[in-house]
Nanobody, 122 residues
Framework: QVQLVESGGGLVQAGGSLRLSCAAS????????MGWFRQAPGKEREFVAR????????DYAGSVKGRFTISRDNAKNTVYLQMNSLKPEDTAVYYC???????????????WGQGTQVTVSS
C-alpha cells in the first residue's frame, strides 16, 4: 500500500514561485523513481520532472528545464518541485507519482497522488 499526498499548490502571478511537496508513506524508499506530472483541463497528462531516488539523477521536460527543480528528502520521505519563473501555461493540476524498478513515464506509473492545483495569472 502506497499513498502520495501533494501539497503547496495555489494561485500566483506570472514570474512568481511555488514549491510543491509530495509526502509518501507505505513503502521503503529504495530502488524506485519519483516524478511530477501535470494535466490541464481537456489536455493529456504530461511529464514534468523525475528523480532516481537512489542516485539523485534528475530529468525535466523541455518546457520547465531551467525553471523547475525536483529534489528529495529521505528523512522526511518527501519529494519536492520548486517552481520558479512561472508562466500562465504552467497552470494545471500537478500530480506526484512513483514507479518501482524502472524509469518512470506517464504510461507506466504505479501510484498517483491526488493532485494539487497550480494557477498562474498574467
Amino acid at each position: 500500500q502506497v499513498q502520495l499526498v501533494e501539497s503547496g499548490g495555489g494561485l500566483v502571478q506570472a514570474g512568481g514561485s511555488l514549491r510543491l511537496s509530495c509526502a509518501a508513506s507505505g513503502r521503503v524508499f529504495s530502488n524506485y523513481y519519483m516524478g511530477w506530472f501535470r494535466q490541464a483541463p481537456g489536455k493529456e497528462r504530461e511529464f514534468v520532472a523525475r528523480i532516481d531516488w537512489n542516485s539523485g539523477s534528475t530529468d525535466y521536460a523541455g518546457s520547465v528545464k531551467g525553471r523547475f527543480t525536483i529534489s528529495r528528502d529521505n528523512a522526511k520521505n518527501t519529494v519536492y518541485l520548486q517552481m520558479n519563473s512561472l508562466k500562465p501555461e504552467d497552470t494545471a493540476v500537478y500530480y506526484c507519482a512513483t514507479k518501482y524498478g524502472m524509469l518512470i513515464r506517464t504510461s507506466n506509473v504505479d501510484y498517483w497522488g491526488q493532485g494539487t492545483q497550480v494557477t498562474v495569472s498574467s
